[in-house]
């Protein structure tokens, strides 16, 4: 992860709160590595002078911070879950990915809220879509 986020000199990276550190560890590389060879000694090896990295900064939306699971929507979304059905992974299809979401747990309720802590399930469905479709909990 590190690497990546260096490599493309990002400004601001979408983490979950569960992954803020490990943006700091790369926050922690950057500097280090800024200070060990930017600056001038970089400009005396023959380099422009500067920093070699941009400090990354976290970027965490207040929704869909911590995305939980469509099979128990208590648990978060995770790649080590032994289910495959609990994840949407990166090279799922879109018709597999469609699939997921028709079988992911529901409740027994009728209706849609969000907030509500008997519906954990709900709330996690209703939250995948407010980022997907870009809508607010008014709309």
Same mark, same amino acid.
Request: proline content about 4%; some cysteine; hydrophobic content about 35%.
């Given at each position: ?31 280090? *590595? ?21 400090i990354p900064e976290a970027l965490i939306s207040p ?68 980022? *997907? ?5 008014? *709309?």
């Amino acid at each position: 992860m590190a690497s990546d986020i260096l490599l493309y000199q990002c400004d601001l990276v979408p983490v979950g709160d569960d992954q803020k550190q490990h943006l700091e560890l790369t926050r922690e590389l950057a500097e280090r *590595v800024n200070f060990l060879f930017g600056g001038r000694k970089w400009k005396k090896l023959g380099g422009n002078g500067g920093k070699l990295f941009k400090i990354p900064e976290a970027l965490i939306s207040p929704e869909g911070a911590r995305v939980m699971s469509l099979t128990d929507g208590l648990s978060k979304m995770s790649k080590s879950t032994p289910s495959d059905q609990s994840r949407i992974n990166l090279l799922d299809t879109k018709d597999i990915i469609a699939n997921k979401f028709k079988r992911c747990k529901t409740d027994s309720f009728a209706g849609l809220e969000f907030g509500n802590p008997d519906r954990p399930e709900c709330n996690n469905l209703l939250s995948i879509y407010q980022l *997907v479709t870009g809508k607010t909990k008014q *709309v």
